[in-house]
């Protein structure tokens, strides 16, 4: 057995949160989320009362895996350890008495205190259990892809007339067979449920509950955010659930239909419907103002190469073309908005290169083929910046695909049959192709023979 001996600096954060109630437990994920205290699954020694209980929790830390939590009377002390100098060494005492005294102030506008609270390091020891996290990073450039902030409008039937009801809602919409990733999502934010969506098949994550997108959701966009036309949409969210704080009799109903109306361009209302919306809120054609235009058209903020990960697992694709000449061609693919053209220079940064571009209908698409490119600067990048949904796998095959071909520019037979079975049935089954597997392969028998 070994222990972890801290030899770093200690940072206290004292919280003040009325969230913290029994049980205990599913209180701390939206305190360290509001806090910027984002997860991973530990098991942490809490002191509750001075009674020690080891618990499993969710979302504490993410590159502060040493840490400790007290909570007496609602505050919350959580210890961070800096651990750029931790070492271990072999647990030949296991009993200590150092005590600490430990006084910090820590101010934000919704948790103000200013206390000293005396700190027992043996009390206070922590069962580190390391598991893989997702970086926030990455799910923001997967919402940038698959992601968005919407919100409903339902008209309602009452004694008194029609009225109309706002349910504001973030949701990441995949295929069925990266559902995996969408329930990590779930776990990182700790709230919202995964759907599974029947006509299609796709699943789709989706937070919808008021309490949640303003104390879980928006403050994980404000710290790691989105751009263009989903930062836009995010703003106007942002803009609905402060306005639907305020009571039913105290709402401006007709400036929350004009925000919810403005967050998508390609929302499926049409004029006709956004006509009735406003009438049934007794504004006529002439009084209603256009919508809110997305004036966004640069980046303001870091764009991190975990968030172009999270890009590449929404809207790129790694595939292998078998031509009728018997290449075998790799390229990476990816796409976006027309209106996210600077996202291109970000993408050179780290790849040298991202081939041709074509603009077809609103989007952005552009394609890289260079095998050298793709090995000297894709492969690392990705290796570095992992992907999480069911394109992982694909690119592991595309990957095995370009080492072999750069390490065997011509192909003998049998590495050649080897890389059509491994291959040629991947992205959706290879559905695709323009011939059968079996047909391919005579191809290949005949040219050989």
Known sequence: MKKTKYTGKITNIKIFNSYIHSPLIFSFRKIMINNGLVNTNYLLRIKWNNKIIIKSIEKIIINRPYSTINVTNNLLDITNINNNNITNENNNNTNTNNNTNTNTNTNTNTYNNNNNENINKNNNKVINKKINALNPNYISGLTQADGSFSCGITIIKTNKGKRLRFRPKFDICLEKDSKKTLEDIKLFFGCGKVYEIKPDGSVSYVVSDKKDLKNVIIPHFLKFPVFFNKLHAFQLLVEIVNFMEYKHSARDNVKLLRLAISMNIGSRRTPEQIDNLYNILNVSPDKILPNISDNIKSITSEITPSFLAGMIDGDGSFYITFSGQLKLIPSMKQCYGKNCALFEEYFKHY??????IEIKDNLRIWTLKKLD??????????????????KKNHYMIWKKVCLTLKAEPHLSKTSFIKLVHLAYDMNKGG??????????????????N
């Open 351 to 356: 790849f040298g290169d991202i081939g041709q």
């Open 373 to 390: 490119v793709l090995i000297n600067y894709v492969i690392p990048f990705m290796d570095s910046n992992p992907i999480h949904t069911e």
């Open 431 to 448: 559905k695709r192709r323009k011939i059968t597997k079996d047909k391919y392969l005579e191809l290949i028998e005949k040219h050989y």
